[in-house]
């Protein structure tokens, strides 16, 4: 067991990152993280930030050297980068899972191996490949095999044309051409495994998306138990399979009520933020809690929640160029309401900037005052 107060090394900087070094400090941890980025929201925080790239060995001998283990905040950690330090210090989740989120590709494999559920898809590594897939496929969605994310790397296609010119616009980067489901509901589950092979689930959690990046998420989902269970014991599974050590995100689909699993996060996910405000343990404390090998903490939520994700675009209303702080003052006016900002510096479009959670016991009302609070900051759907 890791006790306080060791160290801890975070690769990645980011919010997700920010928030595990929050869980960490609180639990009477140090934390080092490692992210180039100066302005970076975890490295603005943690006891110690190597502001380098993620290969530069000089950094990861030092982070391995000064920490007790280390884990990620993002799935493009370079796979050797991971590697490299799992020969001097202890690495959670393993470059081995990681590498498997990673590459979508290995994802849909890892599925099809062990007979899980997922959208139709075939491979595309080159022209010949598009040429040979089957029509049923379409409408499909051609997404790059890596380094996608929120919607970047996808092209929606119509037919077998189409896919070829986005196939030439990704530059014949390999991808995969999946069958697009209709969306009856999109869920996720957020869960944690620790060494010793025990497992614990978070409520399975609801999201709607806007433009390809989550808007919305709700707690507890509107799917009925019968396909919660389902969900949580897919994840379940995935997670054991994995040999997966430390926090996880399982995203999925529900069309035609049947369910599907959509990708993977070797991290917290976007949708567990609710966990902070509404659930005993937060998903960055159970990533906390797995990584130093303490018991896993209790998932149950205590509250009904809906968190709102907060974009960069919210600085800008109405196309106007010139960057304006939001109202805050309005969402500190709603009871309830609990308003994370990532204190990033630069708001853009499309960037995640903070969110907000209303939690309260009537899930039906904690919506409603959410919607209401997100339409009272600026955000309205086109
Ligand atoms: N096969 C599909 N059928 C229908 N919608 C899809 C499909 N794949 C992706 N989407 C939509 O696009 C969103 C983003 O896709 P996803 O594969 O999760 O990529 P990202 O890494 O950007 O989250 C999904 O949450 C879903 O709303
Ligand atoms: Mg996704």
Not at 336 to 343: T, V
Request: charged fraction near 20%; hydrophobic fraction near 40%; proline fraction near 6%.
């Amino acid at each position: 067991m890791i006790l306080p107060p060791a160290t801890l090394g975070m690769l990645g900087g980011g919010q997700l990152g920010r928030f595990f070094v929050m869980a960490a400090h609180e639990m009477g941890y140090r934390v080092m993280v490692l992210d180039p980025d100066p302005h970076s929201p975890a490295g603005h925080i943690a006891d110690h930030h190597l502001q380098t790239d993620y290969t530069n060995t000089q950094a990861l001998d030092r982070m391995a050297a000064e920490c007790a283990a280390v884990t990620t905040e993002f799935e493009n950690v370079p796979a050797t980068t991971l590697a490299y330090l799992a020969k001097f210090v202890a690495v959670r989740p393993a470059a081995e899972a990681v590498a498997i989120c990673q590459n979508r590709m290995a994802e849909k494999g890892f599925l099809r191996q062990h007979g899980l559920p997922h959208a139709p898809y075939a491979e595309i590594h080159n022209e010949t490949d598009l040429e040979a897939t089957g029509s049923t496929l379409f409408p499909a969605i051609l997404k790059v095999a890596r380094f996608g994310y929120d919607g970047k790397g996808q092209a929606r296609v119509a037919n077998r044309d189409e896919a070829l010119a986005a196939f030439r616009q990704f530059r014949g980067e390999p991808c995969v051409l999946e069958q697009m489901l209709p969306l009856d509901h999109e869920v996720s589950v957020v869960l944690a495994r620790d060494e010793t092979g025990r497992t614990a689930t978070f409520p399975v959690a609801e999201n709607s998306h806007r433009k390809g990046i989550l808007d919305v998420t709700l707690i507890p989902a509107r799917t009925g138990v019968d396909l919660a269970g389902e969900a949580e014991s897919i994840a379940v599974t995935i997670i054991r399979k994995m040999g997966y050590i430390g926090t996880m995100g399982v995203e999925f689909f529900l069309s035609r009520g049947r369910i599907y699993v959509n990708e993977m996060a070797p991290r917290p996910h976007n949708s567990g933020h609710h966990t902070i405000d509404a659930c005993v343990t937060s998903q960055y404390e159970q990533q906390v809690r797995a990584l130093c090998g303490l018991p896993l903490g209790e998932t149950r939520a205590h509250s009904s929640a809906a968190m709102v994700n907060l974009m960069g675009d919210l600085w800008y209303p109405a196309g106007s160029h010139q960057a304006r702080e939001p109202d805050w003052a309005r969402l500190h006016a709603v009871p309830n309401l609990k308003l994370h900002l990532y204190g990033k510096h630069h708001p853009r479009p499309g960037r995640k900037m903070g969110h907000f959670t209303v939690i309260g016991s009537d899930p039906a009302a904690v919506q409603k005052i959410a919607m209401e609070a997100r339409a009272a900051i600026g955000i309205h759907d086109e």
